[in-house]
């Protein structure tokens, strides 16, 4: 089972900006760096953003990462219909000495 | 261009073994720890095993510790899930994924396309 919580979808128009939440613990989020992954349908988990905040080479400014104390954000601005995808977060998790993903959050434009 | 190619995966009955193979190129394989994660019908990512470079530590998932063994050979360049006493509800799709440094403490920066495990009588 997932330990970090997110929203199950989020959806917006072309151009607006969406905002994933993602919910850990003290174990986790609270004390560990955050990393996002987007999922287009039917393809492998991408690495979006790592520790944080940073984007990878290739991956549009469009998408930023952000945390506060137990909790992580994801932002799209500028949407476009190619972001419609699953997005997941993840920590490591110090109590389980693993990793740990978020439910993931199917991303929608309308 | 870096790449990691899934296979060994298919139908099996509860109870029985199945090992994944995780086959690499484009990097240098012995410099960098290595993830197992899964994700069933549907349903979001789970962390499985993770491995160091050296196989010097070696984490599993509470769900999968005690059957799975995960292993390396970095001579071949390849990484192994062995899978026993499987269940139901291990049914998933299987991707190996590189981890950012020599350690898996490190998040996974490449994946594989996957490989799909269905346990079923």
């Known amino acids: 089972q997932s330990v970090l919580t997110q929203p199950p979808s989020e959806s917006g128009t072309p151009g607006q900006r969406v905002t994933i939440s993602c919910s850990g613990s003290?174990?986790?989020?609270?004390?560990?760096?955050v990393n996002w992954y987007q999922q287009l349908p039917g393809t492998a988990p991408k690495l979006l953003i790592y520790?944080?905040?940073y984007r990878p080479s290739g991956v549009p400014d469009r998408f930023s990462g952000s945390k506060s104390g137990t909790s992580a954000s994801l932002a799209i601005s500028g949407l476009q219909s190619e972001d419609e995808a699953d997005y997941h977060c993840?920590?490591?998790?110090?109590?389980?000495?693993?990793?740990?993903f978020g439910t993931g959050t199917k991303v929608t434009v309308l | 261009e870096v790449q990691l190619v899934e296979s060994g995966g298919g139908l099996v009955q509860p109870g029985r073994s199945l090992r994944l193979s995780c086959e690499v190129s484009?990097?240098?394989?012995?410099?960098?720890?290595m993830h197992w994660v899964r994700q069933a019908p549907g349903k979001g990512l789970e962390w499985v095993s993770s491995i160091t470079w050296n196989s010097g530590s070696i984490i599993y998932a509470d769900s999968v510790k005690g059957r799975f063994t995960i292993s390396r050979d970095n001579a071949k360049k390849s990484l192994y899930l062995q899978m026993n006493s499987l269940r139901v509800e291990d049914t998933a799709l299987y991707y190996c994924?590189?981890?950012?440094?020599?350690?898996?403490?490190?998040?996974?920066?490449?994946w594989g396309k996957g490989t799909t495990v269905t346990v079923s009588s």
């Open positions: 484009g990097f240098t394989f012995e410099d960098y720890a």
């Open positions: 993840s920590a490591w998790d110090d109590s389980l000495n693993g990793y740990v």
């Open positions: 994924a590189r981890a950012k440094g020599s350690t898996y403490y490190y998040y996974m920066d490449v």
């Open positions: 003290s174990s986790n989020i609270g004390s560990k760096t």
């Open positions: 520790s944080n905040n």
